[in-house]
């Protein structure tokens, strides 16, 4: 193969056919208010680590229906477990559930 | 003698006020330029946010109107003012002298191939909410083929000025979680994708409706414009959108593409408007007298406004409209043509 | 698909081509990148269909590769404009042919300008007495040459020797068409059939007995625009676009690509080598590449002209799997041969791409 100093960009583009229904469905099962969630943003702006690490709950969630799971992980990391997300979500989420939930799951494949 | 009303469009609004006017004690005239009543509502199939059949509605308005006049295949062919009346002449032939014109000739799809780039008419999969309420009522449509990924454009022709129509068309984004809950009842299996680009549930269970969605029938709500539709080589359609949430352009292979046409002003009603010399704003729709205290009033004497034909309505706003503009015009009759009072004190008494 | 939406498509955006007595202006690139090209055009119009076409040899470039890469400021260019116009109206003409899709979409840019600028257009017309002391002029018609093609496209069938068909099966050949994003998409009325479903090729395919491929990734750039390659480091990215209409059109299995613009059939053509070579991956039947030809070159083989007079030898992919298709006849010795059939040697042949 010829070296000509430059090559084929990687695409960025999220591509919703690579979507995992399965394994989706797995949280589902054991979270189904995942579904119910209306991306406010509400919990990533009162998580305590969030003031100083990139973490999202909110993020994670559209992660993992981007078909991006480890991402979805990468963003959970940081999450101390406080419980303050759990408080304010319009939408009665248990968030704390979600979140060990989709630790749970998407660690394991 | 009593008062001649003379109602112009006999959809939802028409058919209202027409059976409002004549329980008041009016002489009832209603002309619809096509061959049945009903307007739009007769061509859906289950109304939003509780899933009433349409046809139920449509009769039990229907069934209200005995008394009135009313004909179909007919337009106005020519109408001016005399003295405190409206001289109307119809294209049957009849002619009529109007002491109240009420208009409801209502509102136009908006064109949907007008849109080049979401190929409507062009690609094999392709259609409108229209063209879904039909299938629905209808069963068949060659463009549904067991679809396994379909999903849903909020904004088509409406908040687009390439498109002509700066405003929101009001009731499209409940049609289309309605009809995603519907085509997920309809098709299981299916994944369903909704675009928008601010989702509008103002109304009564509007909310419920959305949380119905997204809990029991896992509609996926994607908040970015679909901007680019093409076919590929299976037929399927390659639908370009952005994900704005997480700031990156997506791409998805669907087999079915609703777009949520908007609502235009009627070309019938403005064909009429014209022959009275009505204005309209910069929207399309007709202009009235007040838009806070006198809505279903048109700034020329004698001639009331109801329904869509002053701007995107639901269908419960339509029928309080048109009960206002019955309101209005009784309250205008009865100061304009005292006399005539007599008479329908009578009737009223016979109630 | 459904061709009718299509058609109605087409009938909003009509263009009116003027019928004869042009004034024809080269482009900068086109002629090192295919060599016969232009004198193909030039002897089609004059010699076979018996036009009158004109050009000067004191007219110059446009600007255009200049003015995209921000070395000269709009003045410039549109003063340039200014003195190609003038040398037009002074030769008697009023019909302006361009012949490169970069310059078609500024000259309409510049047109528009003027039009929604008139105090730009005394300045220009002002600027241009002071440095060459022309007259001020506008073309009363500003069209590119694959319009003149596409006007013509009919006559050119009724002569021509060869169809778009696979003479052994009898089946329309799959053409993919690519218009430079100049063309229609800066303004879409200038173009003929719009910007959606440009009509401007798609005619000339259908004219001639081809069959047009519609795949998803039609309206994408293919990557040329000037800045993006002029440095080896940005080059991927003009290499990742055309890659992407690449993965996007293999599934239809196209016999051919036409363009009308001089970069895209210039890396359309060579990026199919870069792909090759860098990652194995090859396009069309047996790895041996789809040929890229510009409607020039398409309209010469139609009409019966010798291929390596057309300069197809020049191609980085071979076009004998195409003119086999077509059943036009070809000397292979004669491909490599200088003037007067002189031995020159001949290119060495890459490793993945056959």
Known sequence: MVDFGYGISPSSRLDL?????????????????VKKCIACGSCTAVCAAGKFVPTSLRSAILAIQNGLPDKALELLKPCQLCGKCTLVCPREINTRHLILSIIKIYSAK | MKNNVLIIGGGPAGIEASAQLQRLGYNVILIEKGSSLGGHLSKWDRLFPDGVHADGVLSSMLKNMSGVKSFTDTQVKSINRLDKSYNVILSNGISVLADAVLLASGFTLFRAEKKEEYGYGIYDHVITNADLEAYFSIGSDSRIDKPKKIGFVHCVGSRDEKAGCRACSKVCCATAVKQACEMKEEFPDAEVYCFYMDLRMFGRHYEDLY????????????????????????GSLQVKAEDTFSSKPLKVTLDLLVLMAGMRPSDAGRRVGDLLGMSVEEDGFFAVRDSVTSNQRSPLPGVFLAGTATGPKTLPETIADARGASMEIDRYLTDVFPQASDYKKLIREKW | MIYEGKQKVWSDYQKDIPDD??????????????????VTFLDITRNRLGKDIFETEHHTTCGGIAYHSDTIPQETVMTIIARQFALMAKNGYENYVCSCITSFGLYCETMETWREFPEEEARIKDILWKTCKLDFAKPKYLIHASDLVYKYRNLIAAQAKHKLINVKTGKPLKVVEHIGCHYSKMFPSKGVGGAEYPYVLVGMIEAWGGEIVDYPERRHCCGFGFRQYFIKGNRGYSLSNTYKKFESMEPFHPDLIITNCPGCPYFMDRWQYVIAESTGRTYGEEGHGIPVLTYEEVAGLVMGYDPWDLGLQTHQIDSEPLLDKMGIEYDPAQKYAGKNGKDIGSPICPTCLK
């Open chain 1, 17 to 33: 056919d690579k979507f995992d229904r399965k394994t989706f469905d797995l949280l589902v099962a054991e979270e189904p208010d």
């Open chain 2, 211 to 234: 949380l119905k969605a997204q809990k029991e029938y896992g509609v996926r709500f994607i908040r970015g414009r679909v901007a680019e539709v093409s076919e590929n080589a299976d």
């Open chain 3, 21 to 38: 007595h042009y004034f024809y202006v080269r482009s900068c690139i086109r002629q090192s990148f295919f060599p016969a090209s232009e």
